[in-house]
């Protein structure tokens, strides 16, 4: 007979190597799917891990895997200081959109000036837009005690609304024919995201998320307000007898999330994206939760965790092009991801005993 | 890795991309990327038809190779890059918010063509291509006013740009004439796929009185709406969607990629490929009328044919005056047709459609 048995202590062991056992388990079932699909499970395993990295054009593929992830890490790193609270923003995604919108906003209304300020101004406007739209779950929660799960969700759909309203409207390009969509940011020097160096896909926006992990890491070790963070998600309790003041932790971590998600907004819309369109929120922000879980919420795990999900999907879209394997088994794939990082969750505070029950 | 290294061999392997190319390899290859999944029963779909005719066509002299479900942005452009370096001689890029990525990847591949489907810029190596909806359109205004008994026709918007617009106004038009009594209630959903979204838009509508709902979304999820709802005829869009024949679905608009697709990659095969800019419709045959059901009376059925038969031909156009605009100034006076550049940018309703576009 086989039981779960709860561990006196977690294991630190196995809360490390948990996500290492979930790729390994990833790798395995997604191999059994992609063989019941009638393609090679390992040519497809190489393709989607091994090509973009080490592969004939790993050249292109690599500034991409930068492009992809450092928005991921970036808001990664926000949600994870509300996460270890137990503040859940599960609103990134909106917060993204309306840095986004702030950013670009700021850079089109300045449009055609040309000045160092203003891409500055820009980032200043993104953090402001992703910090605002953040706030509103966090003052509801700390005045009126809302849920801030729903709230902040809810507000993607409104964010969303008003991205559309302005890829229609008042962002829209009066160059562009009528057509939704606002003019390409790549064209305006002074507000455009470029590589730092050519051909490296080294933009701002990884700068800041690369920042972004050292400030999260030396705050959760070395700061009093990270000390704060951690006991009230392990013991609220105990973090209220130590004089942590719960309302305040909730607006820094609700509001730090949402200027972190606003930036990676406007980076991305500055840069790689280029233009405020309908469909310029491609779910970053929801991303972004699983990317927080699979690196077990610490800054360092985040950065890998982020650039393990931006291999996946590129080396998906690969996988699609080159062996013909449908979009939606790539997705079941990074599915099982998140699945198996859940499973193998358990054997953190529980462990396998074989044999009967003792009666104690 | 160092950053030297890193830039030096993407200069070399970027020569080699491009010259890959000129010794001329066996096959040719051609790439598609889609917007939505190919099993979506409308957009992607008929392009992923229009990929497999073909192969079909050139059999062994081509590869045919396709990546779904693309979010416009950096990713289609990290897509149709990869293609590229892929060897893809010819390269289909079919959704409007893939245009900006396209020009900016056709820079950086000269020796790739490139198919942009809906857009409006070109390039040396870039072409766009469209088809003329609008007149699959007038052919559904017109049995649309026929069959309404309500004179409330609802209409699933994706999202208010010329092409819906176009859309929405040819089909108005057509309605009218039939039926002077008829209103339009037009929904956006903001989306060309997503079949919850369009179901809850159908849904809306059939409430509101509507007992013909067009749409121009591309899932069939409206068409289960109204053959729930039992008394609210249908059209399929982008594909027959002939499973919900005879009713609610008593026509549709087809779009027909196929032959569009074989004579480029014939010109490409035989060095020929020159960038244009494609608009066919009915006469083309890159816009398909399916099949008009029985459950559509047979006088009606047969004006639809005679107007389908008049647009293929030429002799009518489907916006031709007297026509106003929305506000009451003149749009195109008596026996005067619109021209292209005003189709292509429209952004105004035509008279008697109630409601502003969206903002």
Redesign the interface.
Known sequence: MIRLEKRPQPSRAFSLATPLLAVVATMVFGGLLFAALGKDPLVAIKTIFWDPLFG??S????P?LL??GAPLVLIAIGLSLGFKAGIWNIGAEGQYIMGALFGAGVGLALYPLEGFYIFPLMVLAGALGGWIWAMIPALLKVKFGTNEILVSLMLVYVA?QFL??MS??LLKNPEG?????SR?L?QYESAFNADL????GMHWGVVAAMIAVIFAYVLLTKHRLGFAIRVTGEAPRAAKFSGVNPARLVLFCLGMSGLLAGLAGMF?VSG????V????N?GYGFTAIIVAFLGRLHPIGILLAGLLMALT??GG??A???L?L???AIQVFQGMLLFFLLALDVFTQYRLRFGRQEVA | MKLTNLLTSAAIALGLATSAFADGHEKTKVGFVYVGPVGDGGWTYEHNKGRLAVEEEFGDAVETVFVESVAEGPDSERVMTQMALDGADLIFTTSFGYMDPTINVAKKFPNVKFEHATGYKRADNVSTYSARFYEGRAIQGHIAGKMTKSNIIGYIGSYPIPEVIRGINSAFIHARKANPDVQFKIVWAYTWFDPAKEADAAKVLIEQGADVVLQHTDSTAPQAAAQEAGNVVTFGQASDMSQYAPFPRVSSIIDDWAPYYIRRTKAVMDGTWESTDTWEGIGAGMVGIGEISDAVPADVKEEALALKASLADGSYHAFTGPLNKQDGTPFLAEGETADDGTLAGMNFYVEGIEGDIPQ
């Open positions: 004939e054009f050249f292109f593929y690599r991409q492009i992809k969303e559309a309203s229609l409207g024919f009528g057509f939704p969509g390409n790549q160096i050519e051909g490296t991305e790689p994206a280029g233009q369109t309908i469909d310029f491609v999907y590129i879209d690969i699609q092009s080159q013909g449908p979009a939606a």
